[in-house]
């Protein structure tokens, strides 16, 4: 079985502070993902991956950024957490090419204080 | 851009049929997918629709039609376990490795 696996599944930080979300997948996957849910909003892509070190904005790209220097691990910056940016971030990945056949893990649950 | 709309609930009797449209505007995609979120839980892929037409997997159906812009899901023979959120996606011909997803339809199955 394909297995997305986030971190840390609640995270608590304060204003200001950096916050790393990390991401590993362990399918030999080309494409990785960060999604943003929210009440009544869907997922909400922020950022996509289609190989190492090669990255794309999505809808909601500002106040984060993204790294992959590893085929298997995606991690999600929030350069300075603001109290907007408490929600439920999930991490997913999926072959190469046009399949939308995504892969999730069970999501951080974020809390700016 | 690509926007993909929903309902934002649904509510159905068990043993009942149910459908969740999936209406869209966008330029061009490779087929439209649906996932079931249940409550706590992380979203799973239920169906792909790569042509026009009907494809059915066990109690559930999904369809689509580019010419009219929309697409469906079909539950048929509720259970009380299909209560989740429904969400469509699609991969954009302008980016083939980007997802997209919909807002989103709540579904509450009533004994």
């Known amino acids: 079985d394909v297995k997305v696996t986030q971190s840390s599944r609640y995270l608590v930080k304060r204003t200001g502070e950096k916050v790393f979300l990390e991401c590993v997948q362990d399918?030999?996957?080309?494409?990785m993902f960060w999604y943003r849910q929210d009440p009544g909003l869907g997922l909400r892509l922020i950022y996509f991956s289609y190989d190492v070190k090669m990255k794309e904005k999505g809808d909601i790209p500002e106040g984060y950024s993204v790294s992959r220097e590893k085929k298997e691990r995606f991690s999600l910056i929030l350069e300075s957490a603001s109290t907007n940016q408490t929600s439920m971030y999930l991490c997913?990945?999926?072959?190469?090419?046009?399949?939308?056949?995504?892969?999730f893990g069970q999501g951080t649950r974020l809390t700016v204080v | 851009g690509q926007s993909l709309e929903q309902p934002s609930e649904v509510t159905a009797v068990e043993g009942a049929i149910v459908q969740i449209n999936c209406t869209y505007q966008?330029?061009?995609?490779?087929?439209l997918s649906w996932y079931q979120q249940h409550d706590g839980g992380a979203p799973t892929f239920l169906s792909y629709?790569?042509?026009?037409g009907l494809e059915e997997t066990g109690r559930f159906s999904s369809f689509l039609s580019r010419s009219d812009s929309y697409g469906y899901l079909l539950l048929q023979e509720l259970q009380m376990k299909d209560s989740a959120s429904y969400f469509c996606a699609v991969s954009p011909y302008s980016s083939a490795s980007k997802i997209i997803f919909g807002s989103g339809t709540r579904l509450s199955i009533r004994p």
């Open positions: 997913a990945s999926s072959f190469g090419g046009e399949t939308t056949e995504a892969f």
């Open positions: 399918m030999d996957h080309e494409n």
């Open positions: 966008t330029s061009g995609f490779y087929g």
């Open positions: 629709n790569a042509l026009d």
